[in-house]
């Protein structure tokens, strides 16, 4: 009897194993804030190597706002923000009066499916060095190993991380991985994108691309892994010199302003918010001021119940405030119209399934999340707003 079980147990590891090397490999990297343009100032020799072994496109075209949470979110999911629900980096619940931020949890905030749940109900086992709504409060929802967030967590470690789940036991190996840095974001915020401090930073990445391709060839999976490097958004210049005051603009009005930068809600009796609009709209300069019903369909951002009734969206470039001045005098930011360049980000891919030395214009990041699923060979939720013909050409065969 033992035998027989023996037998059984052997059997069904086999089986494992070969689903396991049948299964694609793919890492999805973020460089947060990594502009479209970074990879063209010939500081990036790993990235051009990606480029030449694979696919380039021109540009990656966020969701609007051009925000963190947001656009990751977005890539994650193949949702625009007003569907997959994270409006913002910050979010009122005018229902209940609870707020999200940057560092909740509570799962109710993510809307849509993330494709490491779709991968997880296929299957396929999955694994997150760092990306919003991987630290979910429910277990099923998060991937099989995900990495608490930490600012100052060593960039090499998650490299070193990445290529120790490779090496797991089959049975036991992720087959998807996220990985994010977010170095040029930080340096682009506090020195602006055209900044040497950036240049140094888009170089500090560009080498940990090359440090995860030699662990992978070090491993003898360098030409089995798909890697896909992508961005969130963009980054544009700011300064003082170009700020909206819209506390003074609305001095003689009763209400209150949540927000600044890009975006600026109203909020304000409902008896008064026609004549706040129009105090807003007579005054108008370098924003533009929309009802919610009223926010054009361009921007994917009216359906989701939390929109506030009054928004307020900037030119490029120009900052929203309480006061005349910002708390740094210049530096970069990001949150603008998703069609600007400035605010698009980078999407370079190479691996296997992936055609060669192909270069594209700009594809929009909804569109990954059915890429990934062709690649895998899954359904998508049916809801999702990504179209897989907008992008499968990228991929051998296509």
Not at 92 to 103: A, K, L
Not at 207 to 212: K, N
Not at 305 to 332: A, E, H, Q, V
Request: with cysteine; proline share 5%.
């Amino acid at each position: 009897m033992s035998r027989i079980v023996i037998i059984i147990f052997v059997q069904f590891m086999f089986i494992i194993s070969l689903h396991s090397q049948s299964t694609p490999y793919v890492i999805l990297i973020s460089l947060d804030g990594f502009r479209w343009d970074y990879s063209l100032r010939n500081i990036t020799p790993h990235l051009d190597k990606m480029k030449e072994d694979g696919v380039n496109a021109m540009s990656l075209r966020p969701t609007f706002p051009s925000s963190t949470f947001p656009n990751h979110y977005s890539i994650i999911t193949g949702m625009y923000t007003e569907n997959h629900g994270l409006i913002s980096n910050g979010i009122w619940d005018p229902f209940t009066g609870e707020r999200f931020s940057m560092g909740t949890k509570e799962s109710k905030w993510f809307l849509g499916e993330a494709f490491w749940e779709t991968a997880k109900r296929n299957g396929i086992k999955t694994a997150s060095f760092f990306w919003p709504g991987s630290e979910m409060d429910l277990d099923y929802r998060r991937p099989d190993y995900f990495q608490p967030y930490s600012d100052d967590k060593d960039y090499l470690e998650r490299v070193d991380t990445v290529a120790y789940w490779l090496q797991l036991p089959p049975a036991e190996r992720p087959h998807f991985i996220t990985l994010y840095f977010h170095d040029t974001d930080k340096y682009g915020h506090r020195y602006g994108p055209n900044s040497p401090e950036v240049n140094v930073s888009i170089a500090r990445l560009d080498s940990l691309i090359g440090e995860l391709y030699m662990r992978l060839d070090n491993m003898g999976m360098i030409d089995s892994v798909n890697v896909i490097v992508t961005s969130d958004h963009g980054m544009t210049e700011v300064s003082n010199d170009r700020v909206i005051n819209i506390a003074g603009i609305l001095s003689e009005h009763d209400c209150k302003l949540w927000g600044g930068g890009t975006m600026m809600s109203i909020e304000c009796d409902e008896d008064v918010r026609e004549q706040v609009y129009q105090t807003l709209l007579n005054n108008r300069n370098h924003y533009r001021v929309f009802l919610k019903e009223n926010i054009p369909s361009l921007y994917h951002y009216s359906k989701h119940p939390f929109i506030p009734d009054l928004m307020i969206f900037s030119d490029m470039g120009w900052s929203l405030s309480k006061k005349d001045t910002l708390r740094r005098s210049s530096g970069g930011s990001h949150g603008f119209e998703k069609d600007h360049t400035d605010m698009h980000g980078t999407f370079i891919a190479s691996g296997p399934h992936f055609k060669k030395g192909y270069k594209t214009g700009t594809v929009w990041n909804i569109d990954i999340v059915p890429l990934l699923c062709e690649i895998y060979g899954i359904e998508p939720r049916s809801n999702i707003d990504g179209k897989l013909e907008r992008i499968e050409f990228l991929l051998k065969g296509k």
